[in-house]
């Protein structure tokens, strides 16, 4: 291809030494919008001066047959020994084979191409699509809030260490799991847009967790739970880790419950199919105790939502975590570390220690198959109603000795 400075077809009479006391006489020729006025000793250096006063360099060469042409920056901002220098360097760089224009466009486009443009493409593309409602709500949660510090960079310009640095503050803010899991939705994000051939590597990849992840299996021991237990404090997050304990529930149905799901007549909770996990609204036996705690919190701002305030249910659950967390020890108790899923896993075993049996266990939990229809359906709901009652009693007497009915 051919290189060269355009110094062959520069108007005739428009070269001259662009110094400070020559350019303050240049003017625009008459009847002429604009004018470029060429360098005597630096072919392809140039000042172009447009109707209205407006004086630019510029630095100008040719491709093969096209000619291009760099703003280098205004006369008010740029000196002319310093624009001349900048030109010295685009054109050295045609010399060598470049085209400073076009990498100036693919720069400027590649600028465009931000975190949080790559965000909204991969939502709606990927994402969606393709994962279940709650993970999805999750990912977009994690990319929309915990990263969104970062959307308007470049997404080229996204470094590890930028990245590991956001982790170490996600991690102060929300706490260690929610750094790993906003860790593993931005690594999600990174490979996706690579396969998609915006961005070239994952800057993810060799940053560190937060925390190293408690096995699934992890069981909270009978000590720990009353640790937990009298730890909690007689506000939203209290009574929710209270009621996860007493009814072995999810995180989520407690923490949005509503007033109009209570039945203080029949003593239960009913959980519609919307908020359940497998689709099966889920009746749960309530307690005295589970009343209690219930009768002791108040919607607010007349919402029917009895946790939280605004919009939804609760919010907040790494702070509110790690100040029980902190509540713990300052007691001087001893618990390993924890997530409050373990609550859920911790109920299922332990009322087994007490003798509840396998298939009374799981419809406490609601894992009863959403496969189960019509006549069989009906009669495991109806058959287990008084087995699951009968169960969480037990196991609600089994709490308050544990913990020496300390509320």
């Not at 002319?80 to 085209?99: F, T, Y």
């Not at 593993?184 to 051939?197: K, P, T, Y």
């Not at 219930?294 to 919010?315: D, K, M, T």
Request: with cysteine; proline share 4%; glycine share 8%.
């Amino acid at each position: 291809m051919d290189w060269e400075v355009a110094s062959h077809v520069l108007p005739k009479g428009s070269r001259v030494r662009l110094t400070k006391p020559n350019i303050a006489k240049l003017e625009l020729p008459p009847g002429k919008s604009e004018a470029i006025f060429f360098d005597d000793a630096l072919p392809g250096f140039g000042l172009r001066i447009r109707a209205g006063g407006k004086r630019v360099w510029i630095a100008q060469y040719r491709v093969g047959k096209q000619q291009r042409r760099v703003t280098i920056g205004s006369v008010g901002t740029l000196s002319a020994d310093k624009a001349r220098e900048e030109a010295r360097n685009i054109l050295a760089k045609v010399h060598l084979g470049g085209d400073p224009q076009t990498e100036k466009v693919e720069n400027r486009a590649r600028a465009s191409i931000t975190l949080g443009t790559v965000a909204k493409r991969y939502l709606e593309e990927y994402a969606q699509p393709n994962l279940k409602t709650r993970s999805y709500e999750e990912v977009e949660r994690h990319l929309t809030r915990h990263w969104s510090l970062l959307r308007d960079l470049p997404i080229h310009k996204i470094h590890r260490a930028t990245v590991a640095g956001r982790l170490a503050e996600i991690a102060r803010e929300n706490g260690p799991f929610a750094s790993n899991r906003a860790r593993a939705s931005l690594s999600a994000l990174f490979s996706w847009a690579m396969g998609e051939g915006l961005a070239d590597l994952n800057p993810v990849t060799g940053t560190n967790k937060a925390t190293e992840e408690i096995s699934r299996d992890h069981v909270i021991s009978a000590p720990e739970l009353a640790a937990i237990w009298n730890a909690c404090r007689d506000d939203d997050y209290g009574r929710i880790v209270r009621l996860l304990i007493l009814t072995g529930q999810r995180r989520d149905e407690v923490g949005s419950m509503d007033s109009a799901e209570i039945d203080l007549t029949a003593k239960s909770w009913t959980i519609p199919k919307a908020r359940t996990k497998n689709g099966l609204s889920h009746t749960v036996p309530l307690s005295d105790i589970a009343l209690e705690i219930l009768e002791n919190a108040s919607c607010r701002n007349g919402r029917s939502l009895i946790f939280g305030e605004g919009e939804g249910g609760f919010q907040g659950w790494s702070k509110a975590k790690a100040a029980l967390d902190a509540r713990i020890r300052n007691a001087g108790e001893s618990v390993r570390p924890w997530r409050l899923h373990d609550i859920r896993r911790t109920v299922a075993t332990s009322m087994a220690g007490l003798g509840v049996l396998p298939h009374v266990i799981e419809a406490v939990l609601n894992h009863i198959s959403g496969h189960k229809s019509g006549v069989a359906g009906i009669y495991n709901r109806a058959t287990y109603a008084r087995e699951k009652r009968e169960a969480l009693e037990a196991w609600a007497a089994h709490i308050v000795r544990l913990v020496g009915a300390k509320q």
